[in-house]
Each structure stands twice: as C-alpha cells, then as structure tokens.
C-alpha cells in the first residue's frame, strides 16, 4: 500500500487476458481474438481486424502493480475491455464468452487480491442469463460488474436491464456503466470522433433515460451504480434537461414526475474529465460525495498519472479525499 491510511482507490480501469480461445465454435465470425506481436504488446483482433495495440500492462500484474506505485494508487478496479461485450450475438454465446473472460481475469487479479478488484462482464442482451453469469462470478471472486450503456436500441430503461440492475441492487453488487459501440459514420469516423463525441453523448444519453423515463423511480435507492468518463456531458448540460422538462413536458416528462436534477444523488460519476475546471463543474453539479477517481488506465485515452486532476483543481482537503478514497469505498460497498 502506498498510502498508511485512506487508500487511493481507481474505479476505472481496464483487462484483457493473454489466454484467449478460439470462439470459433461459437458460430459465424468476426470473433475476438489476441494476436500476440511480442513478449509486451498484443493487438486485439476483430476477425482479420486490427481493433486495438495493447501492451502488457492489459495482462501482466506486476507492470500494473509498478504503475499504481508510481501514480500512488493502492487499489484498482480492473473491469472489461467494452469490445468483448458481445451484446449483439446469441445470449448463449454471449454468456460463455462472459464466462471466459471473467474467468481468465480473476487469473489476473489473484496476483494481487488486495489491490486489483475484478468487475465483471454479464450477457446484457438476456435478463435471465445475465443474473446467472452475475451470480456465478461474484461467488467466485469478482466484486462488481461493468455494462455497456446500451444494447443495441435498448437502453438502460428497457425492461430487461431493469430486471438486471434490480437483481444488482437486490444483491449488493456495483455496477460501472461504460459507453460502447458508438455509431460509425462519415462525420464520427475522423479525428476519433466516436470516442471524443459519441463516447460523452452514449453516457449522457443513458444517465437521461434513467431520469426522464422514470427508471430510477423504480429501482430502489440502494443501487450502487456509475458512469464513466465524468457521466459524459451530462452535469454541463443538466441545466438544459431540467429546462425541457419544465417547458416541453408532452415530449420530455411525460413519464417521469421530476426534472433530471432530482436524480442527483443517486448515482456517482468517475474523474475522467482531464481539465482541473471541469473536475470543478463536475464536482459542483453531481456532489463531492458522488465522483469517484478514475483513470481509463491502461489506454492511451486515460489519465496518467491517475488522480492528478484530482490533485491538482484546487479542492479542499476533505472534498480531495472523498474523491480519491471516501466515494469510492461507498460505491464498492
């Protein structure tokens, strides 16, 4: 531990194991799958497609170990890689390739149990299967889950991911909400739009939902769930969202009985905003007690050193702990 007292906790940060299978047997491709390019760097695949360069640090304990030292961060969560979600394929594939992750996971964060927390992933697309690959990796060792912020069409207002988030809260699990699977367009494919536009709109897309279709209303206030990447553009437009359901209440709150800022409280957002002022607004609008640290670590589009936005914004003592230790312990329960 690098800290004697409240330790540094990062809620957002990701794994992917070196043992892949072949999923072929699953059915028709493309399938995920590791191309290993030398004893420190892999490329995930996509079928005969390059999706992403990784190093080491996705797999290899003791190189994530050697990083958190040296950012000063003493615990990790370490959740899925959003590729691997696999929301669009038959439940049952879905489910075993959720199994198999989850698996070669806990092998990763056995190496050091009591600084890197394995979320897992579940296959979202089917409520039942879902709960089971939830229950069945929490009792093997995993402490929380990461999902996708939508499937498909559905977003986290649907039925069936009610069901789930219910059965999380009914469990006492946590649960990390990740934007994936962005649109591809002409437009979002330059200049890695769908991760500097689409990536903040899928967030605040889902935090609305929960809000204006009167989701929250119906889940219980004991979940413990959060949104990555600062909750997306969501606190800077909140102002606009409680706006439109006062005025257009026919199109925007026709189902729920409160404007979106009544919802406050009841979901945290991690840290990954990179701007001191940002970190500020955020920690104004959503609460001091309601954001949590995070890195996106180990990718090229997280923050490194972790927490030093955090560090660096100016805020009092207690608001600073809360962020780097105080939220987080509340949020893993």
Known sequence: MTSATAPVVDVHSHVVPAGWPDLGRLGPGPWHWLRVDSAREATIMLGESEFRRITDACWQADTRLADMDADGVDIQVASPTPVFFCYERAPSAAAEVASIFNDLALEITAQAPDRLLPFCQVPLQDADAACAELDRSI??????????????????????????????????????????????TPRMDRWMGQWLVGMPAETHLSILALCLSGAFDRLPPSLRIAFAHGGGSFAFWLGRADNAWRQRRDLVGAISEHPPSHYLGRFWVDS???????????????????????????????????GQVIRAAGLDDATQAALLSRNARAFLG
């Open 272 to 306: 990954v905003v990179f701007e001191p002022a940002a970190l500020r607004l955020l920690v104004e609008v959503i609460g001091a007690d309601r954001v949590l640290m995070g890195s996106d670590y180990p990718y090229p589009l997280g923050e490194r050193p972790a």
């Open 139 to 184: 009792a093997n060792g995993h402490r929380g889950v990461e999902i996708g912020n939508h499937v498909g069409d559905r977003d986290l207002d649907h039925a069936g991911v009610l069901t789930f988030l219910q059965h999380c809260a009914a469990t006492g699990v946590p649960v990390f909400v990740h934007p994936w699977d962005m649109p591809s």
